[in-house]
T-cell receptor, first 114, second 117 residues
Framework: AQSVTQLGSHVSVSEGALVLLRCNYS??????LFWYVQYPNQGLQLLLK??????LVKGINGFEAEFKKSETSFHLTKPSAHMSDAAEYFC????????????FGTGTRLQVFP | GAVVSQHPSRVICKSGTSVKIECRSL??????MFWYRQFPKQSLMLMAT?????????EQGVEKDKFLINHASLTLSTLTVTSAHPEDSSFYIC?????????????FGPGTRLTVL
């Protein structure tokens, strides 16, 4: 079965600093990978997704993620954090190319300090 | 962008009563809707998948007689927690997908916090 591991339940950065949120997956087949963001009192919003095209995926709000098969990783980065980036971030993997089930990580709460 | 709403956002009920949660896709037709449950400081766990006009497919360990799902139209799915007990207290989240492909985006509702006293 597929699984997702997000290292670090909390990440704190200063405004303007690099954001790095880690996600590792286990999969026996080529996966589809997703990053979602959840702002307080709002639903999850898709940041970006990898569906076996380019390994470097650019998303909304300046975020990007790189699929590294050799490391089974899909880390999320942003060069310069903004106060508005403070939120909960979830990494998810699709179980299979022809199934609906998304497996979510436990989430990483990003705090941005001025 | 696509918007999914949930109602109510919060509900408190007595043990033994039933609670219905609605999930609506506001600006698109959802061929598939999903219901998730999220425990504090834990990840979202898929409970069931429903296609319009069909019976829902439940994940292993989810009691279908306790969590009744109806997807009667392309814009509405409901989750009814029957005979709720305190252990059913949780954050319930729905999502909706317009197209049939698994890699197409799921749009999530804001969630419903259920507290059973």
């Amino acid at each position: 079965a597929q699984s997702v591991t997000q290292l670090g339940s909390h990440v704190s950065v200063s405004e303007g600093a690099l954001v790095l949120l880690r996600c590792n997956y286990s999969s026996s087949v080529p996966p589809y990978l997703f990053w979602y963001v959840q702002y307080p009192n709002q639903g999850l919003q898709l940041l970006l997704k990898y569906t076996s095209a380019a390994t470097l995926v650019k998303g909304i709000n300046g975020f990007e993620a790189e699929f590294k098969k050799s490391e089974t990783s899909f880390h999320l980065t942003k060069p310069s954090a903004h106060m508005s980036d403070a939120a909960e971030y979830f990494c998810a993997v699709s179980e299979d190319w022809n199934t609906d089930k998304l497996i979510f990580g436990t989430g990483t709460r990003l705090q941005v300090f001025p | 962008g696509a918007v999914v709403s949930q109602h109510p956002s919060r509900v408190i009920c007595k043990s033994g009563t039933s609670v219905k949660i609605e999930c609506r896709s506001l600006d698109f037709q959802a061929t598939t809707m999903f219901w998730y449950r999220q425990f504090p400081k834990q990840s979202l766990m898929l409970m069931a998948t429903s296609n319009e006009g069909s019976k829902a497919t439940y994940e292993q360990g989810v009691e279908k007689d306790k969590f009744l799902i109806n997807h009667a139209s392309l814009t509405l799915s409901t989750l009814t927690v029957t005979s709720a007990h305190p252990e059913d207290s949780s954050f319930y989240i729905c999502s909706a997908r317009e197209a049939a492909s698994p890699w197409d985006t799921q749009y999530f509702g804001p969630g419903t916090r259920l507290t059973v006293l």
